[in-house]
């Protein structure tokens, strides 16, 4: 492309030239130099392209997810070429899913400069955690939705899963998203039915144990009595009340038998 020539003979090449948009400038330059309607403008497009920079990212999430899947289950072969091909994959859908986030960034980073709210709900800060996605086979269908595995009770899901999809990319997939989401949804019931189940399971158990702890407690109680007793009887001691019995009078009465 041609550039633009200087003065002292150098050139810039337009492509290279910085275009400012009003979420360049400061609220008071926007006032300034009467940009808050272009503004307004831009930040319909920021917010139009989130969306589907979220969509994007949700689609992307779940093909490195199933692909994960493909590679723990040996669906794409087994051997180091097979390997290699599917590590070369994932590298590329991992690439396309931090892709997608540096736009999402770039577009809220905007947004917040043409004053969007540190606390809208709509876009939220996109972290780390927050880049998961349910682990799908090709046979997900019939695999128990029971099968919970360590850790999974306390996992949450992440807003880009509930926020609202508006985005092209979005409708193309939304026949196999929403199949994938009801899973989760399953999943997610299941695992929350089972920590129902184990809370009940162990009231039931601590309070067995206890009735247990207290009726051998009451047994050793009565047999202890018995013992003094006897012991009593034998010695010709008088016998005090049985609720004063202790294993210090059991053995002043052993010392006094002696």
């Not at 008071?28 to 130099?33: L, N, S």
């Not at 360590?150 to 199949?179: F, M, N, P, Q």
């Not at 920590?195 to 702890?213: D, N, P």
């Not at 012991?231 to 016998?239: F, I, R, V």
Request: charged share 30%; hydrophobic share 40%; aromatic share 8%.
């Amino acid at each position: 492309m041609p550039g633009v020539p200087h003065a002292d003979g150098g050139e810039d090449h337009v492509e290279d030239i910085q275009q400012l948009l009003p979420s360049s400038y400061s609220p008071a330059e926007r006032a300034k130099y009467k940009l808050n309607a272009l503004a307004a403008t831009e930040r319909r497009f920021w917010e139009a392209q989130a969306h589907e920079v979220l969509g994007d990212l949700r689609i992307a999430i779940k093909r490195r997810a199933f692909g994960l899947k493909l590679k723990k289950g040996h669906k794409s072969g087994r051997g180091q070429k097979a390997n290699t091909c599917m590590q070369t994959q994932l590298r590329a859908l991992q690439a396309d899913i931090v892709k997608y986030t540096e736009k999402y960034r770039a577009a809220r980073k905007a947004l917040r400069n043409l004053g969007m709210h540190e606390s809208d709900k709509t876009f939220l800060q996109l972290k780390l955690t927050d880049l998961w996605g349910t682990h799908m086979a090709d046979s997900w269908e019939d695999q128990s939705m029971l099968d919970v595995k360590l850790g999974e009770g306390k996992r949450h899901v992440s807003w880009i899963w509930l926020t609202e999809r508006v985005s092209a990319a979005a409708s193309a997939d939304a026949s196999w998203s929403k199949e994938a989401d009801q899973v989760l949804w399953f999943r997610a019931r299941a695992r929350r039915d089972r920590s129902l189940e184990e809370v009940e399971i162990l009231e039931a158990e601590i309070a067995r144990c206890e009735k247990y702890f207290h009726f051998y407690a009451e047994a050793w109680r009565r047999q202890m009595q018995r013992l003094y007793k006897h012991l009593a009887e034998k010695c010709q001691m008088p016998l005090p009340e049985m609720e004063t019995v202790s294993e210090e009078a059991i053995a002043k009465t052993l010392e006094a038998n002696e």
